[in-house]
Nanobody, 114 residues
Framework: QVQFVESGGGLVQPGGSLKLSCAAS????????MGWYRQAPGKQRELVAR???????NYADSVKGRFTIPRDNTKKMVYLQMNSLKPEDTAVYYC????????WGQGTQVTVSS
């Protein structure tokens, strides 16, 4: 069973940065395309960034140019580097597989506020 543990969230001022980490318990991590998702209060969960096994990335328009999603296949980790944070980035952030995400973890809270 695939499981994910997210960490690194917190309170940050607008314009600040945070780096989220996700540890994956999978046998062959590099075969999975991975995604970072977020869910703000009262809103549906949305995909913000994804990375394929070979490192190809895509970003939601709302975070393009501000977020990056590197991965380390040897450590079975995927990260979300978030720069120039805005109050509208406030949400619980989750990582999961890009195709057929399931078995969601606890997520990590990101709050952008002055």
């Amino acid at each position: 069973q695939v499981q994910f543990v997210e960490s690194g969230g917190g309170l940050v001022q607008p314009g600040g940065s945070l780096k989220l980490s996700c540890a994956a318990s999978v046998r062959i991590f590099n075969m999975y395309a991975m995604g970072w998702y977020r869910q703000a209060p009262g809103k549906q969960r949305e995909l913000v960034a994804r990375i394929s096994g070979d490192g190809t990335t895509n970003y939601a328009d709302s975070v393009k140019g501000r977020f990056t999603i590197p991965r380390d296949n040897t450590k079975k980790m995927v990260y979300l580097q978030m720069n120039s944070l805005k109050p509208e980035d406030t949400a619980v952030y989750y990582c999961n597989t890009y195709y057929s995400p399931d078995n969601w973890g606890q997520g990590t809270q990101v709050t952008v506020s002055s």
